[in-house]
């Protein structure tokens, strides 16, 4: 076959053409920090780093669930501890009122301290944390208790357990079951027999009789709050290993995607010394022409 002079110049032109590629492919590298710009460059890559990079958000939307759980058990448990702290109040006032020593003005006094109590324990059960009334079960949107005109109170009842995903295939209850805590007894029981007794002058049995009540309420609530920490713990526990997980997979997909840039660059100057190289050649390659003896 005879080569002609065209056919040099034309393939000098596509050897260049594809050294131009081979050297813009490099800087995409570099200027991207990425191995591949499209599918098409890797598709085995392209597979593998979709399949990474699913399981990093997995992660995020897991610890964003485990932020979630915070908000819910930690405004839990301070109102569980207020709870406490306003019962605690609450039986302090009935064994100062069992005293003897007490006239029916200073009941009288401490009966209206009971009533505000009371009313703060009432807000204490519709705590609402970021638009979510912590205590009413899945019935995030209602309020637990509700105060009617006439003063009674009206209970919702929901108790179902909350429950957040907060690990593949693991749920946890953010919320804490207080039906028999904030409940109708409580309320309308044992804080109104309180009440109630004291009103009535010289009812020092039915004083007493609050106070082992006002234990039991108190006990009730020191559970929960227990029962809760437990969990707590646990969400703990997850958190520290969505965080290793987190790493993990980020190391993943980084080697998956991410250049090597020592490499990268070592491979841009290879081929920058090949195109010179490709081009010094071509030079010596192509034939003079007429036009190069006319000037």
Partial sequence: MRITQSMLSNNMMNNLTNSYSRMNTQMEKLS???????????????????????????????????NEMHTWMDNSDTALDKATQTLQKMRELAVQASNDTYDAEERQNIREEVEQLKEHLIDIANTNANGNYIFNGTDTD?????????????FSGESDPFMIEVA?????????DTSEIFDEELFNTDI???IDALGEGDNQAAIEDSIETLD?????????????????NRV???????????????KTLSENEDIDY???????????????????????IIQPTLIDFLR
């Fill in 32 to 66: 991207t920090g990425k191995k591949i710009n499209r599918p098409s460059d890797d598709p085995v890559i392209a597979m593998k780093g979709m399949g990474y990079r699913s399981q990093v958000t997995e992660i995020e939307q897991y610890q964003r669930n485990t």
């Fill in 142 to 154: 209602i309020k637990p208790i509700t105060v009617q005109e006439d003063g009674s109170l009206t």
């Fill in 168 to 176: 593949k295939g693991t749920k946890l209850q953010a919320n804490v």
């Fill in 192 to 194: 109104q027999n309180f």
């Fill in 216 to 232: 039991e309420s108190i006990n009730d609530v020191i559970n929960a709050r227990a029962d809760l920490g437990a969990r707590m």
């Fill in 236 to 250: 703990e526990l997850v958190e520290n290993r969505l965080s290793e997980q987190e790493v993990t997979a980020t």
């Fill in 262 to 284: 020592a490499k990268a660059i070592t491979e841009l100057m290879t081929q920058e010394s090949v195109h010179r190289a490709a081009l010094s050649a071509g030079g010596r």
